[in-house]
Antibody
Framework: QVQLQESGPGLVKPSETLSLTCTVSGGSISNYYWSWIRQPPGKGLEWVGYVFYTGSTNYNPSLKSRVTISVDKSKNQFSLKLSSVTAADTAVYHC?????????????WGQGTMVTVSS | QTVVTQEPSLTVSPGGTVTLTCASSSGAVTSGFYTNWFQQKPGQAPRALIYSTTYKHSWTPARFSGSLLGGKAALTLSGVQPEDEAEYYCLLYYGGSWVFGGGTKVTVL
């Protein structure tokens, strides 16, 4: 059974870069998209973006200028970098596996990690 | 900016049936939006229920079903159980990016 686990700092200062890693266990990172989704406290879900195992990416247009998602197949990990953060970026960040078209299923999710942006 | 709209809240009696909908500001939702549905309970990660409009995951209870209804994506819960009380989110595909709906809070009362 594939499992995903997010890791990274729980506190980031405003204007700095948020960096998170998702470690995939129990399966290969190949042949899937790997996504980041966030949820501000008390609010709904927001798709941040995803990376294909080959390294190609797609991002939420509203975040595109600040987001970089990359994959490290040798470590079975993928990562999120979000630059110039503000309090509005405070959220639980989840990583998830996405099947390619036509299945397009977001099936496996990590438990999520809370990131607070504050000085 | 595309907006995906869901009912903010719905109430259903145990054993009853409720249908949640998911509308796109860009027009009718079709199979090409590859609709996903998720269930989220407080303090938990979302759990996938439906993908590609109608397909269930191996763990999805039979009482959940996905469809297209009147230009919207729909999630129907039949024979609702108390444990179905949760927030439900739809997710639509827009040619390279994805957009979540705002969520529907389902109360079983």
């Amino acid at each position: 059974q594939v499992q995903l686990q997010e890791s990274g700092p729980g506190l980031v200062k405003p204007s700095e870069t948020l960096s998170l890693t998702c470690t995939v266990s129990g399966g290969s990172i190949s042949n899937y998209y790997w996504s980041w989704i966030r949820q501000p406290p008390g609010k709904g879900l927001e798709w941040v973006g995803y990376v294909f195992y080959t390294g190609s990416t797609n991002y939420n247009p509203s975040l595109k200028s600040r987001v970089t998602i990359s994959v490290d197949k040798s470590k079975n990990q993928f990562s999120l970098k979000l630059s110039s953060v503000t309090a509005a970026d405070t959220a639980v960040y989840h990583c998830a596996r996405v099947h390619p078209m036509p299945t397009s299923a977001f099936d496996m999710w990590g438990q999520g990690t809370m990131v607070t942006v504050s000085s | 900016q595309t907006v995906v709209t869901q009912e903010p809240s719905l109430t259903v009696s145990p054993g009853g049936t409720v249908t949640l909908t998911c509308a796109s500001s860009s027009g009718a939702v079709t199979s090409g939006f590859y609709t996903n549905w998720f269930q989220q309970k407080p303090g938990q990660a979302p759990r996938a229920l439906i993908y590609s409009t109608t397909y269930k995951h191996s763990w999805t209870p039979a009482r959940f079903s996905g469809s297209l209804l009147g230009g919207k994506a729909a999630l129907t819960l039949s024979g609702v159980q108390p444990e179905d009380e949760a927030e439900y989110y739809c997710l639509l595909y827009y040619g390279g990016s994805w957009v979540f709906g705002g969520g529907t809070k389902v109360t079983v009362l």
